[in-house]
């Protein structure tokens, strides 16, 4: 790597020499090799090195290259030589454990993961894209604008490209010259292609958006011909009555009357088609999102885009990350053994003996880091903060539950009073530390797994503090009755036992396995990191409410089902997965390594928790679930996560939500909505706003098509017959869009209901006018229409006045036609106080007064009109009338609320005639553009992975190819030249389509165990090779071959293969 890298910036002349074909550029391995060798963990990656390099020594010579240090790891490497090594790997997995590394046990160390304790030298494996963070950040898509730059600097460099070529011919000796990247022709279309496809954004619509696109389409061409039919009806009628019927010829002096008719006609069509589209719609639907982003800021969602706010209503999955989302990401106390008595919760201290108490305090207190404390909350309400070893925080966290505090003793003693600390590694499992007393004699504290210290244990605390002998039996039946329990319930048990030392009889302090030995067991403890106490309920809500929650943990596959139990995530007899990253990948792979939408199918629809889960893993089951067809729906997916692993899923979902407390920058950047409590509980509260939006824009739907119908039948019929619209251009515009306006923003604020929680989601194919929308529509258009054309008709004779019909071309506005228009609004206002309800309820007052905005509405659109009937005159085609008039009108638009009750009694179920509307676009109706499209794109994280690669093997291979053109320009006998390899550039793989993507035995970084016995038996018994593990994103274009390299060489090149032109046609 090191002559090409230099060969980049300037070339010296170098004795010809036969080489074999380097691995990847120079190195000992190849870039498949290592980044396979990443994504091992523990033994399986200590197996690896073993059988490869013989060991990390061997893996240092391979490479060439020297280890480096750090504090926050920026590149993915191999331990070589290590003390007491924790890294804190949160960023990546989302667990906060520690996990201890050392070189012959777990020697793989990830970019982007802090050292908490210890050093180490390491050896560098993977920088960039290819290193594990590098992975996770091409997902979601940061890769783009650094190719941008790229591009624009190739295309820089092409324009200077000549000149410099021509100044290298010039050169001798010692050749100064620049390399150039040069283009094939074969690669500047593929690049022009790879470009395009780049540059086309995703043409994603939210499914309320693709449902409203559709509606408004067609609504839209309705009223496009009605319009039409209109105008070509009035002009054939006007001039076939004038004309053929009247007999009059065209004189030059009526033409401007006639045109005058013409125009009336024009304004008459131009009014039915503003009636027929609803363009207070667009309106609607922004007030409502407005609306509800404000007040679910108050419920703690804050709402990055405005779409994702209704997109979460018709959410049917949300996988949950675990830790910090479900659970408090803090280690408690929840069950103890103490003085014979098992406590499920943290006992009162006045229910323990003084003794105990004082010995839990001091064993507790003294006999932990004194770095670890707990410190008071940051904020107020918040929990108190956390500082070191988790384990330790949890059991100091059960000193001040028990209303006891370990500051006042570690003052008393201080860490450099200790006599000895035996601290805790992986094999004793335990830490003691001893102290001496005030009479000279030793005390010695000491904790542990449970397991190895009871062994050790010869005496027990009984309740009333006094010692009892603790036989193997009565271990035993311990085990049986308090360790087992805990085990069962997800906890980890810890043994906290002490021993005193006579000042006459000191041991040697060096044997610690006498030292320690002969114990008094004080009490053992279950620790775990809780479930927020408000998450079961929430889970339910959800599940009641038709959504399946799915955990999706780093965790293992015990901790993570006890948890996904208590959160009430699996429930006994059903029928559920819980698989670990590792099967997950065995099952949706083929033997290619390659994911199949078919195994994945049969997957996921039963998962409800994946252990162990790589950010891939996350990001592979939100997409498999995504692109799902099977079901009767296609899924909306919502994702919870808190960490940088969490990222590509977020990004990936229909709706991301990221923790605003404890989430990274990284996972609040891919997220939709951030959580600013950092609570499972708003997420519910999104939903019922996210669906509560979906029924405001339902219920403005259903008020503003029954407006419009009636409106442009009325529009449409009275034109034909009458020659002139009931309702004119003015009072139209005042119906459609100064009412319409304030009648969403009336039905838009509505808001929610936990009632909303009670049904199913919509769904992306589930149409926005159901069958009863379109029963309530069309039966309320019946009842207003059949007034309306009975005040037309008939209405002068009822109310004894003029009629308004046939009027002449300027006539005076008519009270005919006001008490039309006039009862036509009271209709509509009385209607949309039945449009607050749309799924056939009967009390449409139901929470009326719970919306003030809506009450004002009605009454202020109610006062204005009156203003407009009595003094509207002229402008609006209105003449006052008297208050009997006013009186009918009323009743009329009453009439409104008695004719919904009859609809409300219809069943829909008989009205097989209805259709729906508003359908979601079916993969049937894309267009061709968008389906060619969907065939080339690859997914969109794979392709930018893809381009990073590309680019890294094009660039090797171009200054490979330059170094053998300045070859064969400076030398002038070709019979000495050099021959070229038999090597093709990455443009001819590109254009042969046939290619293999070498398999290796990939396998899925897991969360590290700190049990040692795991790690030993995994060593002992060696896993069996599992197919490629990774995402189609990691593998696809890490290693490529060509098959037939010759033969493709020798189609693309004509000339003999040796020859300098060769070379030259090569490179340019």
Avoid at 878 to 899: A, H
Wanted: proline share 5%; charged share 25%; aromatic share 6%.
């Amino acid at each position: 790597m090191g002559d090409v890298a230099n060969s980049s910036i300037e070339f010296h002349p170098k004795p010809q020499q036969q080489r074999e074909a380097p691995h990847a550029g120079g190195f000992g391995c190849t870039l498949a090799e290592l980044r396979s060798l990443m994504e091992l963990r523990g033994a399986e990656a200590l197996q690896k090195v073993q059988e490869t390099y013989g060991d990390v020594g061997g893996l240092c010579r391979r490479l060439k290259t020297s280890p480096t240090e750090g504090d926050l790891l920026p590149a993915d490497g191999v331990l070589i030589q290590g003390n007491d090594l924790k890294i804190d790997e949160s960023s990546l997995t989302g667990e906060s454990d520690h996990v201890r590394k050392s070189a012959d046990k777990d020697p793989m160390l990830l970019s982007g993961t802090h050292v908490m304790e210890g050093s180490g030298r390491m050896v560098v494996t993977a920088v960039g894209v290819n290193s594990q963070t590098g992975i996770i950040f091409t997902l979601l898509g940061a890769g783009g604008e650094e190719e941008e730059k790229k591009e624009k600097k190739g295309k820089q460099q092409d324009g200077a490209m000549e000149s410099s070529q021509t100044k290298a011919k010039k050169q001798d000796g010692a050749v100064a010259m620049e390399m150039q990247p040069l283009k094939s022709a074969e690669g500047g279309e593929m690049e022009e292609r790879e470009k395009k496809k780049a540059n086309v954004p995703k043409k994603e619509k939210s499914v309320l958006q693709g449902k409203l696109t559709k509606l408004a389409v067609q609504i839209g061409k309705a009223g496009l011909v009605m319009s039409a039919i209109t105008v070509i009806i009035l002009v054939l009628y006007f001039v076939i009555e004038t004309f053929v019927v009247g007999g009059r010829a065209w004189l030059a002096e009526c033409t401007p009357v006639y045109v005058q008719y013409f125009v009336k006609f024009f304004i008459i069509g131009v009014t039915v088609l503003v009636v027929a589209v609803p363009e207070g719609l667009p309106l609607a639907v922004t007030i409502s999102l407005a609306y509800s982003v404000k007040k679910m800021m108050r419920d703690n969602n804050l709402v990055r885009h405005l779409d994702a706010c209704e997109t979460m209503g018709n959410a049917t999955a949300i996988c949950s990350d675990k830790t910090g989302t479900l659970t408090t990401n803090r280690m408690t106390v929840v069950q103890s053994y103490l003085g014979d008595t098992h406590y499920k919760e943290v006992p009162a201290p006045s229910a323990l003996t003084p003794k105990i108490l004082d010995l839990l305090v001091h064993a507790i207190s003294i006999n932990s880091a004194y770095t670890t404390k707990i410190l008071p909350p940051e904020k107020e309400g918040a929990l108190p903060r956390q500082v070191g070893n988790k384990t330790e925080c949890a059991l100091l966290g059960f000193v001040l539950d028990l209303k006891q505090d370990f500051q006042p003793v570690r003052e008393q003693i201080p860490e450099d009073k200790l006599y000895k600390v035996y601290t805790f590694n992986s094999v004793r499992k335990s830490m003691s530390t001893v102290i001496r007393m005030p009479d000279g004699g030793f005390r010695l504290f000491s904790k542990g797994a449970s397991e190895i210290l009871l062994k050790k244990c010869t005496n027990i605390l009984n309740s009333n503090g006094e010692l009892r002998s603790f036989r193997p039996r009565d271990r035993d039946d311990m085990v049986k009755k308090v360790i087992e329990p805990m085990a069962c319930d997800g906890l980890r048990t810890i043994c906290i036992a002490y021993r005193d030392f006579s000042a006459a009889q000191e041991p040697d302090w060096d044997n610690e396995n006498e030292v320690v030995g002969d114990l008094t067991c004080i009490a053992v403890v279950g620790i775990e990191d809780p479930v927020r106490p408000e998450v079961p309920e929430a889970i339910r809500k959800c599940q009641r409410a038709g959504i399946t929650v799915r955990m999706v943990t780093g965790d293992n596959i015990n901790t993570a089902r006890a948890i996904a139990a208590k959160c009430g995530i699996i429930q006994p007899g059903e029928d559920f997965l819980c698989l670990e990253g590792k099967e997950f990948n065995r099952r949706i792979r083929n033997e290619k390594g390659e994911i199949e939408q078919e195994r994945l199918d049969k997957v996921w629809p039963k998962l409800r928790v994946l252990a162990r889960s790589s950010p891939t893993d996350k990001h592979t089951l939100v997409k498999g679930i995504i692109d799902s067809n099977t079901g009767e729906q296609r899924q909306v997916v919502a994702v919870t996560g808190d960490g940088t692993n969490d990222g590509p899923a977020l990004k990936k979902a229909d709706v991301g939500f990221a923790m605003g407390i404890a989430g990274t920058d990284v996972a609040k950047e891919a997220s939709d909505i951030i959580l600013t409590d950092d609570n499972f509980t708003s997420i519910v509260k999104a939903v019922m706003w996210g669906r509560n939006v979906y029924d405001s824009i339902s219920k403005f739907l259903q008020f503003q098509l029954t407006v419009n119908v009636v409106a442009v039948i009325v529009a449409f019929t009275g034109a034909c017959i009458t020659q002139d619209s009931p309702l004119k251009a003015v009072q139209m515009l005042w119906v459609n869009l100064i009412m319409d306006t304030f009648a969403s923003l009336a039905l838009a604020t509505e808001p929610p209901t936990e009632s909303l929680l009670l049904r199913k989601p919509y769904g992306r194919d589930k149409p926005l006018i159901s069958r009863t929308m379109m029963k309530s529509i069309l039966g309320h258009a019946v009842y207003q229409l059949t007034i309306i054309f009975t005040l037309l008709f008939v209405g002068e004779l009822f109310f004894d006045i003029d009629s308004g019909r046939n009027a002449p071309l300027h006539s005076p506005p008519s009270e005919h036609y006001t008490i039309i228009f006039n009862t036509f609004v009271m209709m509509q206002l009385f209607n949309e106080i039945n449009a607050r309800k749309i799924h056939g309820e009967r009390n449409v007052f139901h929470g009326i007064f719970s919306n003030p905005i809506f009450c004002t509405i009605v009454l202020g659109t109610f006062a204005i009109q009156i203003v407009i009937v009595q003094f509207g005159g002229k402008p609006f085609s209105c003449s006052p009338l008297s208050t009997e008039q006013w009186l009918w009108c009323l009743f009329v638009g009453v009439g409104e609320l008695v004719w919904g009750q009859v609809i409300a009694t219809i069943p829909t179920s008989q009205l097989k005639c209805l259709k729906e509307a508003g359908h979601g676009p079916g993969k049937d109706e894309m267009t061709d553009e968008e389906l060619a499209e969907g065939e080339e794109e690859i997914d969109h994280a794979e392709r930018e992975l893809r381009r990073g690669q590309i680019l890294w093997f094009r660039g090797l291979n171009r200054i490979q190819t330059q170094i053998r053109v300045v070859k064969a320009f400076r030398s002038s006998l070709y019979e000495g030249l050099e021959k070229p390899e038999s090597k093709t550039s990455i443009h001819n793989f590109m254009a042969t389509p046939e290619f293999l993507i070498n398999d290796y035995t990939h396998n899925i970084p897991l969360i590290d165990d700190t049990d040692v016995d795991e790690n030993e038996e995994r060593l002992r018994a060696p896993p069996p090779p599992s197919p490629n593990q990774n995402n189609n994103a990691i593998d696809s274009g890490v290693y490529l071959t060509t098959r037939g390299t010759k033969s493709a060489t020798s189609s693309v090149f004509s000339s003999r293969p040796g020859s300098p032109l060769h070379s030259v046609e090569t490179s340019l």
